[in-house]
């Protein structure tokens, strides 16, 4: 049975780090590490260790050039000590056929480096970004989700819905173009949606669609479904009392089972 070793990389703003690894080891993964992307350019850690690669919520470098701008340019300009491009290294571990989440920052970072969606086939060049939130403003609240039964996401597989937290001021989807956005569809490249709980159908409407999305996107997939960028976090509903009506008996499955599902597909892989 194949080992599960998970990397949370950190550093530069990044704050989520401490719960998502915490949710790693809930799901089931054996060996969980937090690193700072410093210890990547040292070699403290490389990515060759690990099967499961996890980029965390947080605010990197203030968002100050647009949410992971700056970070998704520290991955492909820098280089290790043995001169070795970060980039070069990422690539290698997409396509040994490991598995990527990104939560939130994690998710931006994600499609600034070009690796969501990849739609065409072709990873690492990008084609969306996330903007502001049509509200203009930072959201924080609960959002019921619905994932796409015919995408190929290994994270969402096994679950219909779920309820989970959002924290962002920059979740709008937005494409270089409308055949992009179409691609996203009819490849069942779009994971996650936002949903109205009583219809259980996508929504538009403010703030059960909590940034404006198009498509009511929530989370994105990449035509191989290793690799899962989504703005809400699942990393923060791990336990029942985290659910905010969990005193009135409310129930809802733990965001740790996205996760879980990611270790299980190593697991059989």
């Known amino acids: 049975m194949t080992r599960v070793n998970t990397l949370v990389v950190t550093g530069y703003g990044t704050n989520c780090e401490r719960e998502t690894a915490h949710a790693a080891r809930l799901a089931g993964a054996d060996n969980v590490d937090i690193c700072f992307f410093s210890d990547l350019v040292a070699g403290k850690n490389r990515l060759d260790d690990y099967n499961f690669l996890i980029f965390p919520g947080g605010f990197l470098d203030g968002d100050d050039l647009g949410a992971a701008q700056a970070a998704a340019l520290r991955w492909k300009y820098s280089s290790t000590k043995e001169g070795k491009r970060l980039i070069d290294q990422l690539e290698d571990f ?104 009583g219809t259980k159908q996508p929504t538009q409407e403010y703030p059960l669609n909590p940034n404006g999305s198009p498509l009511a996107i929530a989370g994105l997939t990449d035509p191989t479904g290793r690799v899962l960028g989504l703005m809400p976090h699942p990393e923060a509903f791990n336990h029942t009392t985290n659910h905010p009506t969990w005193t009135r008996g409310s129930r809802s499955i733990h965001g740790t089972e996205l996760i879980a599902a990611g270790v299980k597909h190593l697991r059989e892989s």
């Open 94 to 197: 997409y396509n040994s056929g490991k598995i990527i989440l990104g939560i939130c920052n994690g998710f931006q970072l994600l499609v600034k480096l070009g690796l969501l969606p990849g739609a065409g086939s072709k990873p690492f060049e990008r084609q969306v970004s996330l903007t502001h939130n049509d509200s203009a403003r930072f959201e924080d609240r609960w959002v019921h989700l619905r994932s796409n039964p015919d995408s190929a996401c290994v994270f969402t597989r096994g679950i219909d819905y779920i309820y989970l937290p959002v924290r962002h001021g920059e979740g709008k989807l937005v494409t270089i173009s409308d055949e992009v956005m179409t691609v996203l569809e009819h490849d069942n490249l779009i994971a996650l949606q936002y949903i109205d709980p």
